[in-house]
């Protein structure tokens, strides 16, 4: 495997991703937080940072654990750091040296920089440059502005780049990484999905025995993924939960819970849409609302699992950004909306925790669920907060609220099937304003309830920009809608991009 260190960029994790995508196995670690260097870890790199290596608090890792002993590549800030640290030097760059570039010059021959073409396209994004090499360190590409776009030190497998090969606008990224992970760190191309679900299972075998498990499905991707493996491992003693909190689709609960009847699983759904409607009344702030939830979801599954006889271990599909998220080199980020299933569970329930997909990105939980025969309607579809329909409803939530709103999201979404749409978008939705207006219905005034259209395109929900979807299908949807679901006279669409806006209103 390769060991990314993290000195805190924005693109540590996209760094990962591509090396992931040459079916190579990493891992990323924070810089101050060195993992002993095993057998099993071929090669190292460190990662870009917003800081300067001229800082006095720069973050810096004792190099000599693993230089000399492994292959070293260092990206952006890690090319500084390793220059500076052998004797060379950096200085802030006279001209801006963000976006696209052209290598202009290459090293014949040499190993990172095998097939990559003169004038390719590379992306720099750097406010410091390397002004001189220590002696022992060749350059081995240049672009016109960037004499020292990559380096190698002599007689060592140690490489630094400036630019970032790890976006997508550096055109041979991709085989520059595969260069150093494949060929010079000689990891083998072996992490599939397929391989993967057969280790995990082991592990699982192992891990568990003949403990139960309890694990709350929430009819995603995630929660679902992380059954099937659990249950492909212990069969039986896997119990799921699912459970109706009111504020799911339009009948989703009963659909949702015979697939995972016929996926084989031994799964209990339990009704507590009173209990969580009780739990709601009167509340309409946002974070209320969704405290409210969170506690109820835990009560709710609290109680079922003590149903369970000598359960000792909660399942849960937790995936790596959030588990790099928890244990990220930036200080904690602001709380902008408090989603209640990251945290898990509180220390009452005294159960250990099995998280199958905490070293997985999003993309490589749907492989997996793909590989594990998960069926197409719960792998690709959108993705659904855990509140549900209660932050899609601004105000206060009633069931009579719900109910609109499941009618109205109901002929949205299968208006985006119908229509060949709804793989386009990364998520989509309807929200219920707390507005009423005035309209004409026949001869008829009417006044009532508004309902927004939200429709996003994102790759991973962190930054996401409102679909583009054609008019005629919006006149035709809206139309739909204000026909059919009683109480509703005007629909709007949503064309915010988050940021500044979020893809929920609440
Ligand atoms: P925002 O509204 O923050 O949403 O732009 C980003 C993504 O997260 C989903 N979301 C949640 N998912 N529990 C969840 O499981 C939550 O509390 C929650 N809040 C937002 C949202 O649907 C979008 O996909």
Known sequence: QILILDFGSQFTQLIARRVRELNVYCEIHPYNNLPPITPAIKGIILSGSPC?????????????????????????????????????????????EYGRARINHIETGNRLMQGLDLNSQVW??????????PTDFDVIASTETVRVAAFQAQGE???????????????????????????????????????FVDTTVATLKEQLGNDNVVLGLSGGVDSSVAAMLIHRAIGANLYCVFVDNGLLRKDEFEGVLESYKTMGLNVKGVDAKDQFYHALAGLSDPEAKR??????????????????????????????????????????????????????????????????????????????????????HILGRHPFPGPGLAIRILGDVTPEKVAILQQVDALFIDGLRREGLYDQVWQAGAMLLPVQSVGVMGDERTYERVVALRAVTSVDGMTADWAHLPYTFLADISNEIINKVKGVNRVVYDISSKPPATIEWE
């Not at 720099?124 to 090499?133: A, F, N, Q, V």
């Not at 140690?158 to 976006?167: A, D, K, L, R, S």
Request: net charge negative.
């Open 291 to 376: 405290k409210a939830i969170g506690k109820t979801f835990i009560d709710v599954f609290d109680q079922e699992a003590h149903r369970i006889e000598n359960v000792a271990w909660l399942g849960q599909g937790t995936i790596y950004p959030d588990v790099i998220e928890s244990v990220s080199v930036k200080g904690p980020s602001a709380t902008i909306k408090s989603h209640h299933n990251v945290g898990g569970l509180p220390d009452f329930m005294k159960l250990k925790v099995v998280e199958p997909l905490n070293t997985l990105f999003k993309d490589e939980v749907r492989l997996v669920g793909r590989t594990l025969g998960l069926p197409n």
């Open 124 to 133: 720099m994004s750097h406010g410091d440059t390397i002004t001189s090499l």
């Open 52 to 96: 300067s290596v001229r800082d006095a608090d720069a973050p810096t890792v004792h190099l000599a654990a693993f230089r000399h002993k492994l292959p070293v590549l260092g990206v952006c800030y890690g090319a500084q750091l390793l220059a500076q640290t052998s004797g060379g030097e950096v200085k802030p760059s006279s001209i801006r």
């Open 157 to 195: 497998e140690t490489y630094g780049i400036q630019f970032h090969p790890e976006v997508t606008h550096t055109t041979q990224g991709k085989q520059l990484l595969k260069n150093f992970v494949v060929d010079i760190c000689g990891c083998s191309q072996d992490w599939t999905a397929e391989s």
